[in-house]
């Protein structure tokens, strides 16, 4: 990648990277409440000379910075959350970090060259779970963005991953408290509901379609060993390769719930936790583009696989809105599994540092692209118009 003058901006930045991803990966934050990793942040964006409106779409850790003026509008997307427990076991630290590194230094050549064209830097809290880019999509945060870019770290660099639609729900069951030895007859079990409903699960599992998942976990087990449980609640998550086909799974899981409670004498409740993930729809003709940046700073990438362990993301949202790219960068040893503690661990080595950097070269080298190459954008948004890329069909070519 010739591009010095990018390159000589990472460089000049490259230490606060590093220590803005340390500081957020050794301060987690979970889901929308990431208010001192979304404040490090914003910091640095008005240090960067971007303006940053705080508080976006309604979510106190949303943000949303802008440097320049009119088309095109290239949004670069930063993650911030952690997972309980586990802390940052999918390294956003790197994608936040490294998000902000690749547009302060497009922002920098923009300035530099006076290249027209607006930076937006979008600051996209909860993506665990409680779908802040849905959210901000829906409050119109990414209206007039030409195209949106972010990666994720992982354990191999693809730059067109396949990623599940899928929704998050919680389950509750209402049965009748009564003394669980003395009045057994006249209780409702909720416990006995919630069994049968994790066992029909299971029964379905057979029954779904290739590619989908369903996992969820009891936060409410019922209230004392001698009361026969009044109350019982699961979290749950419903994944399938398309939008459509996880909501007609998620259907078909609710009515194992109703199942659970006629077979109990219980009520049954499902509560949506977040909007609806959808799939990925990745923009090939900007991957490819991250793919050859990448290939000149020696990182290579391999193909894809329609079968491949993959998650979700809300970006998936944001992918059926306008023309996005989200690749994953190698960051530790292959086969290292996702949202472990592992994972956590190597999201804050010198080497997951390393990769943050190369990746945010390789996505501020397609910033530079799509602001001052007309006919990559205008390829990136007729690839978009016409569709993308169908997740199921590339699947059952490769099962059939
Ligand atoms: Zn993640
Ligand atoms: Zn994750």
Redesign the pocket.
């Known amino acids: 990648m010739a591009y010095p003058g990018i390159r000589a901006a990472v460089a000049d930045r490259r230490a606060r990277a590093v220590s803005v991803s340390r500081a957020i990966h050794a301060d987690p934050e979970l889901a929308l409440r990431e208010h001192r990793s979304s404040a490090l942040l914003q910091d640095w964006l008005r240090d960067e000379g971007f303006t940053v409106a705080a508080g976006v779409a309604g979510l106190d850790t949303a943000f949303v910075g802008e440097w320049g003026t009119g088309r095109p509008r290239i949004a670069f997307m930063a ?1 911030y959350d952690a997972l309980p427990g586990i802390g940052h076991a ?1 390294g ?1 630290n790197l994608i936040a970090s490294g998000g902000l590194l690749a547009a302060a230094a497009v922002r920098a050549e923009l300035e530099r060259t006076g290249a027209a064209g607006t930076v937006v830097v979008i600051g996209t809290p909860g ?2 779970g409680a779908g802040g880019k849905v959210i901000e999509l829906d409050a119109g945060v990414f209206d007039g963005v030409d195209a949106a870019m972010m990666f ?1 770290p992982a354990d191999r660099t693809i730059l067109t991953r396949r990623m599940l639609a899928c929704l998050h729900f919680d389950v509750h069951f209402h049965g009748v408290a009564a003394h669980a030895a003395k009045n057994p007859a006249d209780g409702r079990s909720a416990l006995a509901a919630m069994l049968l409903f994790f066992n029909g699960v299971d029964a379905l599992r057979q029954h779904a379609g290739d590619g989908s998942r369903m996992h969820g976990i009891i936060t409410d087990g019922g209230q004392a060993p001698n009361i026969v449980p009044e109350h019982t609640s699961a979290t749950f998550i419903v994944r399938d390769v398309t939008l459509e086909r996880a909501q007609a799974l998620a259907e078909r899981v609710y009515e194992v719930a109703r199942g659970a409670a006629a077979m109990t004498g219980t009520r049954t409740e499902i509560v949506p936790t977040s909007p609806p993930y959808a799939h990925l729809n990745s923009n090939h003709t900007m991957a490819a583009r991250v793919g050859e940046h990448l290939a000149t700073l020696g990182h290579p990438h391999e193909a894809p696989s329609p079968t491949d362990g993959t998650g979700s ?1 809300d970006a998936g949202n944001v992918s059926l809105a306008v023309p996005t790219v989200h690749p994953f960068m190698q960051i530790a040893d292959r086969g290292t599994p996702g949202h472990s503690r592992v994972f956590a661990q190597a999201s804050g080595t010198e080497r997951a540092e390393e990769a943050m950097v190369a990746m945010a070269t390789a996505l501020a080298g397609l910033g530079w692209d799509l602001f001052t190459s007309p006919t990559l954008l205008a390829e990136a948004t007729e690839e978009f118009r016409a569709g993308g890329h169908d997740p199921a069909a590339a699947l059952e070519a490769v099962i059939a």
């Open positions: 993650e999918c956003h993506e665990e994720h993301t």
